[in-house]
């Protein structure tokens, strides 16, 4: 091979190297650091989809998903996690976290209370909601409205409590399903959740960092 010739390949072969490197940052970036997902649905309204001052039934904000922060941390109340209800599922969810690992949650009077390991109740001012959702969250299907948190496990609803398949129904959006007959389903397990709502990036007017509460 000529002089020319050791050149092309060398080019090359570092094209082909640098390709492969940038290939690798980003399977590593969207599997464990950050990664996009389209929100569909109301039940996150006006926290998400709330465009225009309406609510968006279908496809509408964009975010970008924090992945590595549950690698260092858990969860923790108010933050809006991504998530799988089953291993095996395929469809993600987006919810806020409300009960933790050993808190019993009780939806009371369209209230929610939280009751800590310790036996100490309080009520949860969630400021997030809207007025039409504000001290106004009621069960779903089912008269069933206490659950123990069990470890390693967390309750989650959606901001748009009238319009949300969440924990209070075991995720299941029909009547046939009752949670009193099967209220181990109520919860979502650590290693199912994906990371946290982080970025808004679409559309371009809604942009913002998602505000995490303080209660």
Same mark, same amino acid.
């Given at each position: 091979?000529?002089?020319?010739?050791?050149? *092309?390949? !060398?080019?090359? &072969?570092? !094209?082909?190297?640098?390709?492969?490197?940038?290939?690798?940052?980003?399977?590593?970036?969207?599997?464990?650091?950050?990664?996009?997902?389209?929100?569909?649905?109301?039940?996150?309204? /006006?926290?998400?989809?709330?465009?225009? +001052?309406?609510?968006?039934?279908?496809?509408?904000?964009?975010?970008?998903?924090?992945?590595?922060?549950? &690698?260092?941390?858990?969860?923790?109340?108010?933050? *809006?996690?991504?998530?799988?209800?089953?291993? /095996?599922?395929?469809?993600?969810?987006?919810?806020?976290?409300?009960?933790?690992?050993?808190?019993?949650?009780?939806?009371?009077?369209?209230?929610?209370?939280?009751?800590?390991?310790?036996?100490?109740?309080?009520? &949860?001012?969630?400021?997030?909601?809207?007025?039409?959702?504000?001290?106004?969250?009621?069960?779903?299907?089912?008269? !069933?409205?206490?659950?123990?948190?069990?470890?390693?496990?967390?309750? !989650?609803?959606?901001? +748009?409590?009238?319009?949300?398949?969440?924990?209070?129904?075991?995720?299941?959006?029909?009547?046939?399903?009752?949670?009193?007959?099967?209220?181990?389903?109520?919860?979502?397990?650590?290693?199912?959740?994906?990371?946290?709502?982080?970025?808004?990036?679409?559309?371009?007017?809604?942009?913002?960092?998602?505000?995490?509460?303080?209660?």
């Amino acid at each position: 091979m000529d002089k020319k010739g050791k050149k *092309i390949a !060398l080019w090359i &072969l570092d !094209l082909i190297i640098n390709v492969a490197i940038i290939l690798g940052l980003v399977f590593v970036i969207q599997s464990w650091i950050i990664a996009p997902f389209d929100i569909s649905g109301a039940s996150m309204c /006006d926290t998400f989809n709330f465009i225009n +001052n309406e609510c968006h039934s279908g496809f509408g904000e964009k975010i970008i998903i924090n992945e590595a922060k549950y &690698l260092f941390k858990d969860p923790a109340r108010g933050e *809006i996690v991504v998530f799988k209800t089953y291993e /095996d599922e395929e469809k993600y969810y987006i919810k806020r976290v409300i009960g933790l690992p050993g808190e019993t949650v009780e939806i009371k009077n369209g209230k929610v209370y939280i009751t800590s390991p310790q036996g100490e109740t309080s009520v &949860l001012t969630e400021e997030y909601l809207n007025a039409d959702n504000y001290n106004n969250t009621k069960t779903f299907f089912s008269d !069933l409205s206490t659950f123990k948190v069990p470890e390693g496990h967390y309750f !989650l609803m959606g901001d +748009n409590r009238k319009a949300s398949t969440d924990s209070r129904s075991c995720f299941m959006s029909t009547i046939k399903h009752d949670c009193k007959d099967h209220p181990e389903q109520s919860f979502v397990s650590k290693d199912l959740i994906r990371g946290e709502a982080w970025i808004v990036w679409w559309p371009i007017t809604n942009i913002r960092m998602v505000k995490e509460p303080t209660y």
